[in-house]
């Protein structure tokens, strides 16, 4: 009996241990099967910040990097880890203390979110334009303790913008001006035509050495007249092109050697052709304009710049640097040189046609428009920015 009792009781306390140590797997169980889906979470959330394609990253009060994503770290060309505890000023914007009008104070201060800055950073000899978006991260006690900045690359959309209104201001003069530069050839040819008639036969038509050399002004006027018809022609009509693939680095060696006018020799070009240039589909002599254009504008600045400072008696050195280089599906060749620079205020119209700031008589204005042009038939683009001083211009050519 005593025994029996004994067992009841020491199987009774057996089930409860063991309903006990069910309910602690249970619930041990249950905690486990819920951390799932918190981690996938976290998980998922990381992803997320990865896979955005904009730049973003996370600074402390102190404007070090405390967290970034993928994007950021593929736009500044580091690791993520590299980065952490960096200042965010010299990673990111190229720069050596903290950036002029850096809104990242003001946001830790106030509280509220800044948007869409313009920002530019300048590597080498490009440069890119931001829309840079800031907001505050605040802590248990609703102090600012972090702030997430967003970096959102806008160059292309500004590029193509910039193609379009050019476009569209050429569309609008084109059809008239292909209409009056056809009619105006006619009697152009016709008045130098006759001015070539009169020179080879004074006697005949009674000139003395002064009705000479006015006739060889209106000679020289109608061939300027002439030029700006057949720069006006080029504009407002497809040109018939004759596509081929071209060593692009061969091309522009070439043309760059091959320029001989005046004031030319005495500045220096500096040529840094990139070693994978794969070649281009274009018409070599249409890019050839191009660059013959391009360098003459760049050479009349540094000389313009030359003269500027003799007049001072100082001594200036001018150069041109040309480069090519890979940059993605397209190849990059850019000319800077450190002549005068291009006010901001007139930037926006020198791709205008007829837009010149030349003396009266020494330039049409259709050198660049002609260029972009060209350019934009080769289905790329042509910009120009200010990098560090230098005025760069640079195309984009896509590769096939
Ligand atoms: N490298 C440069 N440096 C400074 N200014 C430049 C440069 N390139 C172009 N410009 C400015 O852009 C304007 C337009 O250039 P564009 O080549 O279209 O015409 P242009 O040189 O004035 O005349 P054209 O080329 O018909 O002789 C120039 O008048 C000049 O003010
Ligand atoms: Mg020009």
Redesign the pocket.
């Known amino acids: 009996m005593g025994t029996g009792y004994l067992s009841y009781i020491f199987l009774t306390a057996f089930t409860i241990l063991c309903l006990i140590c069910v309910k602690k797997l249970w619930s041990f169980f249950k905690i486990r099967k819920d951390a799932v889906p918190v981690l996938n979470v976290k998980r998922q959330l990381e992803t997320v910040f990865d896979t955005i394609k904009d730049s973003i990253c996370i600074i402390d009060r102190d404007l070090k990097i405390a967290r970034v994503n993928q994007s950021y770290a593929k736009s500044v060309g580091k690791s993520i880890k590299s980065v952490l505890s960096e200042n965010c000023w010299s990673v990111f914007w190229n720069n050596k203390r903290v950036c002029e009008n850096c809104p990242v104070g003001e946001v830790f201060t106030r509280g509220e979110a800044v948007e869409n800055i313009d920002f530019t950073r300048n590597s080498g000899d490009e440069t890119s334009y931001y829309k840079v978006s800031i907001f505050p991260v605040v802590d248990s006690a609703g102090k600012v303790c972090r702030v997430i900045e967003c970096i959102r690359d806008v160059t292309s959309e500004k590029r193509v913008v910039e193609q379009l209104v050019r476009s569209e201001k050429l569309a609008s003069i084109g059809i008239m001006t292909a209409g009056v530069a056809h009619e105006m050839n006619n009697p152009l040819s016709g008045i130098s035509g006759t001015a070539l008639n009169m020179l080879k036969m004074p006697h005949k038509y009674g000139l003395n050495p002064k009705g000479v050399s006015r006739i060889e002004m209106i000679l020289e006027s109608s061939g300027k007249a002439t030029q700006i018809m057949k720069?006006l022609l080029h504009l407002s009509r497809k040109q018939d092109s004759v596509k081929v693939i071209v060593d692009l680095n061969a091309l522009v060696s070439r043309t760059v050697d091959d320029i001989h006018f005046p004031g030319a020799a005495e500045i220096e070009k500096k040529i840094e052709l990139g070693r994978w240039v794969p070649p281009v589909t274009c018409d070599p002599n249409q890019i050839e304009q191009v660059i013959v254009?391009?360098m003459?504008?760049?050479t009349?600045?540094i000389k313009e710049k030359i003269s500027l400072y003799e007049s001072e008696r100082r001594f200036f050195e001018g150069y041109i640097k040309i480069s090519t280089c890979r940059r993605g599906d397209n190849i990059l060749l850019s000319?800077a040189?450190n002549?005068?620079?291009?006010p901001s205020e007139?930037q926006p119209r020198?791709?205008d046609p007829f837009?010149?700031?030349?003396p009266a008589g020494?330039?049409?204005?259709?050198?660049?428009?002609?260029?972009n042009r060209i350019i934009e038939e080769h289905g790329g683009k042509l910009f120009?920015d200010e990098v560090d001083g230098l005025?760069v211009?640079s195309i984009t050519l896509p590769l096939q």
């Open positions: 720069g254009n391009i003459t504008n760049a009349q600045s000319f040189d002549g005068m620079g291009i007139i020198i791709f837009f010149t700031t030349r020494q330039g049409t204005g259709l050198g660049l428009s002609i260029c120009f005025s211009f």
